[in-house]
Structures are given as C-alpha cells and as structure tokens.
C-alpha cells in the first residue's frame, strides 16, 4: 500500500505537525471532521501561492502544505408571537399598533410596534446567536388593568438564548377592565303624600358620563324612571 497516517489538530504544536523521513514524492494531505455545529466552514489548501493540497518532497528539503478554515457563524431568526386574553373585545387597532417591543442584545438595539406584526407575528432575520431580550412597553389602556406575561419555550421568562435555528418569545397581555357602580336614591320631602303614584312613577333621571369602551363613539347615557326604581333606589 502507498503511505497513509492520520493526526488530529491535539497533536499539532501551534498549528504545524512535521512528518520525518519521507521518501521522495507527491503528498497529498485532506482534513476532515472540520464541521462545527452553527458555523459554516470553507476549508483551502495551499503550496506557496498556489492552491492545491499535493506537495512534492524533495531531497532534503521540508514541503508545506497550509490547510485553512474559513468559518462564519450562522445567524439566526428571533420571532415575537403577540396573545391578548381577558376583556378585549373593546381594544382598538390604534392602541394595539402603538404597542411598542424592544429587542436588545448583541449588539442589537431595536424597537418595533405591534403594526410591524403580521397578524400577531414578528420575526427579526439575520440576527447573531447569542442572549438577547425582548421587553414591550406602551400597554397602558385608561379604566383596565394590564397585566404582561412573557414565555420561551414554556417557561416565564423575556430572556431568549438564540441559535442559528432560532428561537420564539410569546408576549400575552391580559385585560381586566376596572369598573364601578352609581346608586341613585330618590326621596320627597314636603307634602308628597299629595302626589299620585302616577306622578312619582313619570319622574325620569338621565344619567351622563364617560366612554364606556375605547371604541364607543359617543359617551355614555342612559335614562329611567321613578318605575324603575326599587324601594327608591337604582
């Protein structure tokens, strides 16, 4: 058989193995198991200037041959997913597109709104692997409670370590809308025994205030009689 040996880089000093006492020839040399998980590799030979992985032993003399990787990390895809849950019903499009999420890490410092989502999607391309975080911001809404949860992989957390096949945040805002109660009574004083029971029952009491919901056109109003009431009282 012609000469074959194998080494591996542990038994290299400093990145360069000389092998003795060769006869005179061509030699080829190849590398493997040069494949690292997250990176691409890019392996060339080279003889002096020229590109090639055969070098001729002459008498004497030392070939070299130079074997180099070229590696690239891989980047990776970080995808935002957006839940709302509670009372929602009433949310308008311009408060869930103010919505603002910041992703940071890596040197990486950027923010987006829920209006660069699709449907209740983001995700952010080409970013390197490593911890990045995702915080969201701008969530108050006047006369509900908010209340943000973050997930990665089932676990409550808005901190991600990103791969190069990525990885996902989940974002949940829960809606518990804070609401109140308006009692009316209603008495006479005087000679109210003189009035009919007719006459009390035609009193009626309109009743104004605020927005009912964030998508409500106009305030509220609501209006009743003295009928309506229970022993005076509404």
């Not at 992985?53 to 980047?75: C, F, P, R």
């Not at 005087?190 to 056109?217: C, I, M, R, W």
């Amino acid at each position: 058989n012609t000469y074959s040996t194998s080494f591996t880089y542990a038994d290299m000093t400093n990145g360069s193995k000389t092998l003795e006492h060769l006869t005179l020839g061509d030699y080829t040399v190849v590398e493997t198991n040069a494949n690292y998980d997250g990176y691409t590799v890019t392996t060339t030979y080279k003889v002096g200037e020229t590109t090639t992985s055969t070098a001729t032993v002459t008498d004497g003399g030392t070939a070299q041959i130079d074997v180099t990787n070229n590696v690239d990390q891989l980047e990776g895809n970080l995808t935002i997913t957006k839940s709302w849950t509670g009372d929602t019903a009433n949310l308008s499009d311009e408060y869930k597109n103010a919505i603002s999420f910041r992703i940071l890490g890596q040197g990486v410092d950027k923010t987006i709104h829920y209006s660069d989502f699709e449907g209740d999607t983001y995700t952010e391309e080409g970013l390197t692997p490593g911890e990045y975080t995702v915080t969201e911001s701008n969530t108050t809404l006047e006369k509900y409670e908010v209340t943000t949860t973050y997930a990665v992989s089932g676990t409550a957390t808005n901190v991600v370590n990103l791969t190069y096949t990525g990885a996902a945040v989940a974002v949940t805002n829960n809606y518990n809308k804070l609401e109140g109660s308006l009692k009316v009574t209603k008495t006479w004083t005087g000679d109210d025994s003189l009035l009919t029971t007719d006459q009390k029952n035609a009193v009626t009491f309109t009743v104004t205030g605020p927005k009912q919901n964030s998508a409500d056109e106009n305030t509220y109003s609501t209006s009743f009689t003295y009928a309506d009431m229970t022993n005076g009282s509404k």
